[in-house]
């Protein structure tokens, strides 16, 4: 096996790849579209952070990065490399082999630019991928999840009624938008994002032509899901998919199943619309999303993350 720099002349095998290794996970969680193609290799080629494992001629492996960015995680001031999902895969046969040699030949050249903080989103059924990264020292950090939208079997709530917010009613979401932030600051989140103003979180919103939909007792919100066209994985669009970009719920009411009445509510509306399936993506350091999302989205993403010692810029 040797490793050379990905070049366009690898894109064709890295497509069939990459596709191979999609489906292979298509399989754990049916809720996943069919993909023709993975978009976005021709960015990799010749960047110098990209790397291809041969054998006899033949490519068995690639590993490709974006960057070098700041702020990674936008809550750090490390400078970061990621891989995106269908920007690397490699042969099932020794396919931890693959990616130890490949990571040690692409991280040289991320340190190299001065990322210390390297992220690769990996499917979450890839036992062996994961197996490596975390011999490697990576860890879990975030996961894209999905489902069909159908309803979810939960008892009434009585007391609660459930809206789509008009625009000119978004202000009030406002504030559950920043106690959402200072829950970001808790053990053992501890994730220091900039919160928006009012007036940037409303700019922002209707840049992103997001639904707001809310839960609300005696007329005041408690608890809110924003839906927005757009994930972070190349099948996170189209005219049937939809994104959870945004949610909290008020402590006091959590428990009672008010959560998963909303995402009812949501679900049937996006259903009415033409919509069949639904997205989320979360940090597993925070152990409410994990446990909400979770119960009921099917993860098929995990994206593992390695934070090296920056000293080792100053050698």
Request: proline fraction near 5%; hydrophobic fraction near 40%.
């Amino acid at each position: 096996m040797i490793i050379v720099p990905f070049e366009k002349q690898h894109i064709p095998q890295a497509q069939s790849l990459a596709l191979a290794c999609y489906q292979e996970e298509r399989q754990q969680v049916p809720a996943l579209p069919d993909a023709g193609s993975i978009p976005g290799l021709e960015t990799y080629a010749g960047n110098g952070l990209s790397v291809a494992a041969m054998e006899n001629s033949q490519l068995v492996g690639f590993l490709c990065g974006v960057g070098p960015f700041p702020n990674a995680f936008r809550s750090t001031k490390a400078t970061g490399v990621f891989s995106p999902m269908g920007a690397h895969a490699a042969l099932a046969h020794n396919r931890e082999k693959i990616y130890a040699r490949l990571y040690q030949a692409a991280a040289e050249t991320w340190v190299a630019v001065g990322a210390v903080s390297h992220g690769i989103c990996l499917y979450a059924h890839d036992e062996a991928a994961q197996r490596q990264f975390f011999r490697y020292g990576f860890g879990m950090r975030c996961v894209d999840a999905i489902r069909a939208i159908t309803p979810i079997p939960v008892a009434p709530c009585p007391g609660y009624t459930f809206a789509q917010l008009p625009m000119e009613e978004w202000a009030a979401v406002h504030p559950l938008d920043l106690a959402l932030h200072e829950h970001y600051l808790q053990s053992p989140f501890f994730m220091r994002r900039q919160s928006d103003s009012l007036e940037d979180f409303l700019a922002s919103s209707k840049e992103e032509h997001a639904r707001y939909f809310a839960a609300m007792q005696n007329g005041s919100i408690c608890a809110y899901l924003k839906i927005t066209g757009e994930g972070e994985t190349f099948l996170a669009s189209g005219d049937s998919y939809r994104h959870v970009h945004g949610a909290y719920c008020l402590p006091e009411h959590r428990g009672q199943g008010l959560y998963a009445q909303l995402l009812n509510f949501v679900m049937e509306a996006l259903r009415k619309d033409g919509y069949s399936r639904l997205g989320v993506d979360y940090e597993s350091i925070n152990p409410t999303a994990w446990g909400f999302w979770g119960k009921h989205f099917d993860a098929y993403t995990h994206s593992v993350v390695r934070r090296i010692d920056e000293n080792i810029l100053t050698e």
